[in-house]
């Protein structure tokens, strides 16, 4: 039986305006304060990705990690998000989130909120995601904490409207 996905706001999920302070030179935005986030969720690391027109990275979920996103441009991104965790408060959940420069946003995806994200402008995406956790751990010896969704057979986790 498929799933059925109510929409609405996720529990955990956290979405933030990055607010741009621009001037002659260009322009700031603060992504991560620490006196803004719970410690549990500072970043052991950080990285940026560019996401060409009309490409989609994921739906993928992680067991331990939290994702803290930061969506600012040049390119817009539709963000697909989907509680996948049985004891939520709204589990069975989808979102369904405009992002980047149209939207400059940060998003903090806990553990079991599947998410993908798909450029839908004509220009590349950039994103920055400052993680919880180590990708594959100290020195990357670890297993790495992804449950990749989007090569299954009848996913239940679908990029659509």
């Not at 009309?54 to 803290?68: I, K, L, N, S």
Request: charged share 20%.
């Amino acid at each position: 039986m498929p799933v059925v996905w109510n929409k609405g706001v996720i529990h955990d999920v956290e979405i933030r305006p990055l607010n741009k302070r621009t001037d002659s030179r260009g322009w700031l935005s603060e992504l991560f304060r620490n006196d803004e986030l719970a410690p549990e969720l500072f970043p052991a690391m950080c990285y940026v990705s560019e996401t060409l027109p009309a490409v989609t990275r994921g739906p993928h979920e992680h067991v331990y990690q939290t994702d803290f996103f930061a969506f600012f441009g040049p390119g817009d991104l539709k963000l697909y998000l989907w509680d996948y965790r049985p004891n939520s408060s709204t589990y069975c959940y989808r979102m369904i989130v405009p992002v980047g420069a149209s939207n400059p946003t940060a998003v903090i995806v806990p553990p079991g909120v599947v998410h993908a994200y798909q450029c839908v402008s004509d220009v590349p995406a950039l994103v920055l995601n400052a993680p919880n956790k180590l990708y594959a751990g100290n020195e990357k010896k670890e297993k790495i904490d992804e449950i990749r969704h989007e090569n299954i057979t009848n996913s239940p986790f679908v990029l659509d409207e």
